[in-house]
């Protein structure tokens, strides 16, 4: 691979119809991309799966192109890569779309019921912080954290922290 990696310009995987979230597959675009961080990495798939786009996104690949895209595009995708950019296929835009109005819709719904501090509060809660961590880490005192999570469990009507952070993730997630 060494040998080769001098003389390219970049990298083109066509993974078919593998998916790129499998561990195996994932682990090798992860070990190729560190061997080799110079190199744009471009994946080819049968898929345009908006979970696959985003994973070989966050691992460092330069472009996602589908199968399914012609020839012309799929060259212009490389090239784009190749210079620098980052290409994903207008396949995947409505699925993105749909995934940030869902969130939207959710983070209306979220500060319609609690305040900006009741929400930094809960999200400490979900990193199971104490109180008083809660406290220095927002610049409050103790006793005010535990009037946010006594006003957030009573809008979720439980009885404890555990069941806010359950009760979040059946309404919001």
Do not use: W
């Amino acid at each position: 691979m060494a040998k080769y990696a001098e003389a390219s310009s970049g990298v083109l995987i066509n993974v078919g119809s593998h998916d790129v979230t499998e561990p195996h597959i994932e682990e090798e675009i992860r070990t190729l991309l560190t061997r080799f961080p110079d190199l744009p990495v471009i994946i080819l798939s049968d898929s345009h799966d908006l979970r696959q786009v985003l994973t070989a996104l966050e691992l460092g690949v330069r472009g996602f192109i589908p199968s399914a895209v012609g020839i012309a595009v799929c060259v212009k995708a490389i090239s784009l890569a190749l210079s620098g950019g980052i290409f994903i296929s207008t396949e995947s835009l409505p699925e993105l779309r749909r995934l940030m109005s869902v969130a939207d819709q959710q983070e209306r719904k979220r500060a319609e019921i609690f305040t900006y501090r009741e929400e930094d509060v809960i999200a400490m809660l979900k990193l199971g912080k104490a109180n008083k961590i809660i406290a220095y880490e927002l610049d409050l005192q103790e006793s005010t954290v535990k009037v946010h999570i006594r006003n957030i469990m009573k809008k979720l009507k439980v009885r404890n922290r555990t069941e806010v952070i359950f009760k979040l993730n059946e309404l919001f997630d």
